[in-house]
């Protein structure tokens, strides 16, 4: 059996081995050469794969996806890196309106990857610590995945490799060398749109992503036992495409549902979800779809408030508490 992997590690995996297999896959990005990344995923690629296929940028996230948007529609599978998440405003346009529209409008394929890294919970402030979902899931043409655990880091950056839509790959920092696992011998991928059921239970549904799918599957033993409540937790892992189905038929058997995303409550991915819940099992609830999400500001720059901006164990706790008694 072999070692146990870190979530940043086996991204790098997975590109590594898609490179290996398919020499029209390339990574490009600001220092991902020679310094290897702003977080070591790229370390070593200069080296195996050559400047051509490990290309380091000038400082323009424009550039990057537009060189990305470009080379894809030529036949090539570009992974670009954003340093942070947060960087690519700069390069909105070239994905909503290039990347996004290129097939509908006439049958161009724009088969690349967006990695963000994302999230707070690691002391990086207000510019570099966006959790930026909700501004592509509204956007048709894209795919929006996020891996919460190490299997689903390296099965998801494969299938978004070999997708051929543009994917948007938000990869969350605070869980890069935190979480380990075992990667199977045999070659995987995790398919795109399809939910992953982390524990089945009959009180209330937890729907939640990313970070917080950590969180909350680190808190199931001790709400059951203490709380004498059974949750279902649905980690989504794909936000766009979102498993509709899972989700709603969750609901229809607990009849209470939670919803739990790092990123700020207003304008979140959250509201979206409630809305499809109450359009299609309005019917099965039994109490209000509950949202616990971060606070409607920017993250503090101060360590010590920045724990307080994203939601707590207790915030969590509390929420599915007040909807399973309601």
């Known amino acids: 059996m072999s070692d146990p992997i870190t979530y940043i590690q086996a991204i790098t995996d997975a590109m590594a081995e898609e490179m290996r297999r398919d020499e029209s896959v390339y990574c490009l990005g600001q220092d991902i050469g020679t310094y290897g990344g702003a977080f070591r995923a790229t370390k070593g690629f200069l080296d195996e794969f050559g400047r051509s296929r490990c290309l380091d940028t000038p400082l323009s996230e424009t550039a990057i996806l537009g060189a990305a948007v470009g080379s894809a529609m030529m036949g090539m599978r570009p992974v670009a890196e954003m340093q942070f998440a947060d960087f690519i405003t700069n390069g909105f346009n070239m994905l909503v309106n290039f990347a996004a529209k290129s097939y509908y409008r006439w049958g161009a394929k724009v088969p690349m990857v967006v990695r963000l890294p994302t999230g707070g919970g690691t002391r990086g402030g207000p510019f570099h610590s966006t959790n930026p979902e909700a501004w592509f899931t509204r956007v048709p043409g894209l795919k929006v995945v996020t891996p919460a655990t190490v299997r689903d880091a390296k099965g998801l950056m494969k299938a978004a490799i070999r997708d051929d839509n543009p994917v948007l790959y938000l990869e969350h920092k605070f869980l890069y060398r935190r979480i ?81 995303h790092e990123d700020t409550k207003n304008g979140g991915l959250g509201g979206e979800i409630a809305a499809r819940i109450s359009e299609f099992a309005f019917e099965h609830l039994d109490a209000p779809i509950r949202r616990v999400a971060s606070l409607d500001t920017p993250v503090p720059h101060a360590p010590q408030l920045e724990d307080a901006f994203m939601p707590q164990p207790e915030d969590i706790r509390a929420a599915i508490l007040e909807t399973a008694t309601y």
Do not use: C, H, W
């Open 180 to 260: 380990k696992d075992v990667m199977p011998a045999e070659e995987f991928e995790v398919e795109i749109g399809r939910a992953r059921m982390v524990s089945e239970g009959d009180d209330v549904t937890l729907v939640t992503y990313g970070s917080m799918a950590y969180y909350a599957e680190k808190m199931l033993d001790q709400i059951e036992a203490e709380d004498g409540i059974s949750i279902e937790l649905i980690d989504l892992r794909s936000l766009l495409p979102l498993d509709e189905e899972t989700i709603l038929n969750s609901v229809r058997k607990t009849n209470r549902v939670v919803i739990l």
